[in-house]
């Protein structure tokens, strides 16, 4: 079968608007001579293709040779580039400070020190105001290297001030470097192992911060020192389940940037991984009225043109609003309403396959699967959890032990009970070679192998036995990963109430909400 996730090409040109399809082709007849006509040929039958299939492009296509294919496919990525530069470059500050140096350096290789030096002079200003800092190092290169093989009139302490601007940005940078490998290395452990699940995981955590530059970085003034000392303190905070601290640092990394807005406009990502996050923080904690309040404002900025004119921001916008959407259902005991929500999130799964890492889009087949199970739809969860349990990949064990966690007791629900004790065993040999069992699992493991041989009569109270032993744990912080992923109290208080999962759910979000009120 065609794979059209492996040819970069096809990637790039199916992820073209439709004014940069448009532009390009304009660029091409300004640009090319009519040796490019092949170029434009494999263009237009890369563009109608629906999956990357070399075969069909060449029988489709016979002005194009396979032993000329390699070569014409990446003349035209280079060209697509080139006209989507010429496209951009007044959008993104990068783009801009990237073409003033360009000028720079030619008028320098003109012999033109002085009208080089006063472009570089303007860059400074546009970087710093901008807080560019790494444009402000190959600026001040090439101002040291102007300075020191031409006599350009310039002041007499232009070396000593030449230097003490560049160990002032080389130290500047060497704190943003440590503090974003440092945001990237908490990140990455998350995304392999999920929250904390034992000391030897909260120690392992714990010697990130220890880090010299976290300490270095907590007077520090600059954007970039305190956004990435910002999100160290979040994937830390997050990690051990300290969720008050974590909101605390998300709050202070979305207000950095409504304090300095333009910002918004040159890291729109990272705004927009903060407000994420910030959206999770307030559902981690119940604040049902902040939540909703920074959905709103959410929703909101998603329909501005930063957001509307760029592709990217729009995926992960979808990503994080309708991840936010279904946090709401959860929290609310809205779950049938919340499945209204599921054909939109399988559509646009769809359409940005090519896009979507893997790690999203297991969590929302996990979510969907919650959403089902919550609402009394044990076998659609089941064929969500399968897509995850049958996916391999090395992410997020935390979230592979809970899939068949969730998936052995929704079979559980259905009575399954020859499945059962096979997946019992399967799924305790998995979670305890994950090193993931905690009490709360081997509590809800323990009562699973009693229940197959009790009568009905007998499991009312053992399962007021198994809430009984497992109500203490919710504020263990160790133990409230299970909780996060699985609400098993709200679960055996269905079972002996006789409720759905989400009535249950449903009835707790309104006592708080009226508690609120009062």
């Given at each position: 079968?065609?794979?059209?996730?492996?040819?970069?090409?096809?990637?790039?040109i199916q992820?073209?608007?439709?004014?940069?399809?448009?532009?390009?082709?304009?660029?091409?007849?300004?640009?090319?001579?009519?040796?490019?006509?092949?170029?434009?040929?494999?263009?237009?039958?890369?563009?109608?293709?629906?999956?990357?299939?070399?075969?069909?492009?060449?029988?489709?296509?016979?002005?194009?040779?396979?032993?000329?294919?390699?070569?014409?496919?990446?003349?035209?990525?280079?060209?697509i580039?080139?006209?989507?530069?010429?496209?951009?470059?007044?959008?993104?500050?990068?783009?801009?400070?990237?073409?003033?140096?360009?000028?720079?350096?030619?008028?320098?290789?003109?012999?033109?020190?002085?009208?080089?030096?006063?472009?570089?002079?303007?860059?400074?200003?546009?970087?710093?105001?901008?807080?560019?800092?790494?444009?402000?190092?190959?600026?001040?290169?090439?101002?040291?290297?102007?300075?020191?093989?031409?006599?350009?009139?310039?002041?007499?302490?232009?070396?000593?001030?030449?230097?003490?601007?560049?160990?002032?940005?080389?130290?500047?940078?060497?704190?943003i470097?440590?503090?974003?490998?440092?945001?990237?290395?908490?990140?990455?452990?998350?995304?392999?192992?999920?929250?904390?699940?034992?000391?030897?995981?909260?120690?392992?955590?714990?010697?990130?911060?220890?880090?010299?530059?976290?300490?270095?970085?907590?007077?520090?003034?600059?954007?970039?020192?305190?956004?990435?000392?910002?999100?160290?303190?979040?994937?830390?905070?997050?990690i051990?389940?300290?969720?008050?601290?974590?909101?605390?640092?998300?709050?202070?990394?979305?207000?950095?940037?409504?304090?300095?807005?333009?910002?918004?406009?040159?890291?729109?990502?990272?705004?927009?991984?903060?407000?994420?996050?910030?959206?999770?923080?307030?559902?981690?904690?119940?604040?049902?009225?902040?939540?909703?309040?920074?959905?709103?404002?959410?929703?909101?900025?998603?329909?501005?043109?930063?957001?509307?004119?760029n592709?990217?921001?729009?995926?992960?916008?979808?990503?994080?609003?309708?991840?936010?959407?279904?946090n709401?259902?959860?929290?609310?005991?809205?779950?049938?309403?919340?499945?209204?929500?599921?054909?939109?999130?399988?559509?646009?799964?769809?359409?940005?396959?090519?896009?979507?890492?893997?790690?999203?889009?297991?969590?929302?087949?996990?979510?969907?699967?919650?959403?089902?199970?919550?609402?009394?739809?044990?076998?659609?969860?089941?064929d969500?959890?399968?897509?995850?349990?049958?996916?391999?990949?090395?992410?997020?064990?935390?979230?592979?032990?809970?899939?068949?966690?969730?998936?052995?007791?929704?079979?559980?629900?259905?009575?399954?009970?020859?499945?059962?004790?096979?997946?019992?065993?399967?799924?305790y040999?998995?979670?305890s070679?994950?090193?993931?069992?905690?009490?709360?699992?081997?509590?809800?493991?323990?009562f699973?192998?009693?229940?197959?041989?009790?009568?009905?009569?007998?499991?009312?109270?053992?399962?007021?036995?198994?809430?009984?032993?497992?109500?203490?744990?919710?504020?263990?912080?160790?133990?409230?990963?299970?909780?996060?992923?699985?609400?098993i109290?709200?679960?055996?208080?269905?079972?002996?109430?006789?409720?759905?999962?989400?009535?249950?759910?449903?009835?707790?979000?309104?006592?708080?909400?009226?508690?609120?009120?009062?």
């Amino acid at each position: 079968m065609p794979n059209r996730s492996t040819d970069a090409l096809f990637q790039l040109i199916q992820s073209l608007e439709r004014s940069e399809k448009r532009n390009f082709k304009l660029y091409m007849t300004r640009n090319s001579t009519s040796g490019d006509l092949k170029v434009v040929h494999l263009f237009d039958g890369l563009e109608k293709m629906k999956e990357y299939d070399e075969e069909q492009l060449l029988l489709k296509n016979p002005s194009l040779l396979k032993q000329q294919l390699s070569n014409l496919k990446a003349h035209l990525y280079r060209e697509i580039l080139a006209s989507l530069r010429l496209l951009k470059q007044d959008e993104n500050i990068d783009l801009q400070l990237h073409e003033q140096l360009d000028f720079a350096r030619l008028l320098y290789n003109k012999g033109l020190y002085l009208q080089s030096l006063k472009i570089l002079d303007r860059i400074k200003d546009l970087a710093r105001n901008n807080n560019q800092v790494t444009y402000l190092l190959q600026v001040l290169f090439l101002e040291k290297k102007i300075e020191a093989l031409h006599i350009t009139r310039s002041l007499q302490d232009r070396a000593d001030t030449l230097s003490a601007e560049a160990e002032e940005v080389t130290e500047r940078l060497g704190l943003i470097g440590s503090l974003s490998n440092l945001s990237l290395q908490l990140y990455s452990w998350y995304i392999r192992n999920g929250h904390a699940r034992n000391e030897e995981d909260t120690y392992s955590v714990d010697t990130f911060l220890k880090h010299p530059a976290i300490t270095e970085a907590q007077d520090s003034k600059g954007f970039y020192e305190r956004l990435y000392l910002y999100q160290c303190l979040c994937w830390h905070a997050f990690i051990t389940q300290n969720f008050l601290v974590y909101y605390r640092y998300c709050q202070k990394w979305v207000d950095l940037f409504e304090d300095e807005p333009k910002m918004i406009e040159i890291e729109t990502a990272l705004y927009i991984k903060g407000v994420h996050n910030l959206m999770g923080a307030h559902f981690d904690l119940h604040n049902y009225q902040k939540f909703n309040e920074t959905i709103d404002r959410f929703e909101h900025f998603i329909q501005t043109p930063v957001i509307q004119n760029n592709q990217n921001n729009l995926i992960q916008t979808f990503v994080y609003l309708n991840t936010a959407r279904l946090n709401r259902h959860f929290m609310e005991g809205t779950f049938t309403e919340g499945l209204e929500l599921v054909p939109f999130i399988e559509e646009k799964l769809k359409e940005y396959d090519l896009f979507l890492d893997r790690h999203r889009v297991l969590v929302f087949y996990y979510k969907i699967a919650s959403l089902y199970f919550g609402s009394g739809h044990n076998e659609k969860s089941i064929d969500y959890l399968n897509k995850i349990i049958n996916w391999k990949v090395d992410l997020r064990t935390d979230l592979q032990c809970y899939a068949r966690l969730l998936h052995l007791i929704a079979h559980y629900e259905l009575g399954n009970y020859a499945l059962l004790e096979y997946l019992l065993k399967s799924v305790y040999r998995f979670m305890s070679r994950m090193q993931n069992l905690s009490t709360v699992e081997e509590e809800v493991f323990a009562f699973l192998r009693r229940s197959f041989r009790s009568s009905p009569k007998q499991l009312k109270p053992q399962f007021e036995m198994l809430l009984a032993a497992l109500k203490p744990l919710e504020k263990s912080r160790l133990e409230s990963r299970a909780f996060m992923y699985l609400d098993i109290i709200s679960w055996l208080e269905s079972k002996i109430e006789h409720k759905q999962v989400q009535n249950v759910i449903r009835q707790k979000y309104l006592d708080a909400k009226r508690a609120v009120s009062q």
